[in-house]
């Protein structure tokens, strides 16, 4: 079984920057991918940045040039720099593993942008 656990969010203001981290456990494939996703109040979740194990990486558009993701593979950790971050980009962050057709998610992490 794998288990996702993440850190991090919470509130910050326009324009502000915040990280989120996710370390993954247990029987973990080695060619994976991992990503972070977010749902927003009343909607499906949406992915928001995707990293393979080779390091190949992928943003959804509204957060190209603003956040960053990479991860530390040894650690089995993955990380999401968020920069410049709007009031739009409220919502539940999850992080995702993809293996052998399998997904697990951690339990989510409120990120709330607001003056």
């Known amino acids: 079984q794998v288990q996702l656990v993440e850190s991090g969010g919470g509130l910050v203001q326009p324009g502000g920057s915040l990280s989120l981290s996710c370390v993954a456990s247990?029987?973990?494939?080695?060619?994976?991918?991992m990503g972070w996703y977010r749902r927003f109040t009343g909607e499906s979740r949406e992915a928001v940045a995707v990293i393979s194990s080779g390091g190949v990486t992928n943003y959804a558009d509204p957060v190209k040039g603003r956040f960053t993701i990479s991860r530390d593979n040894r650690k089995m950790t993955v990380y999401l720099q968020m920069n410049n971050l709007k009031p739009e980009d409220t919502a539940v962050y999850y992080c995702g593993l993809a293996a052998r057709g399998n997904a697990y998610w951690g339990q989510g992490t409120q990120v709330t942008v607001s003056s």
């Open positions: 247990g029987s973990i494939e080695r060619n994976n991918i």
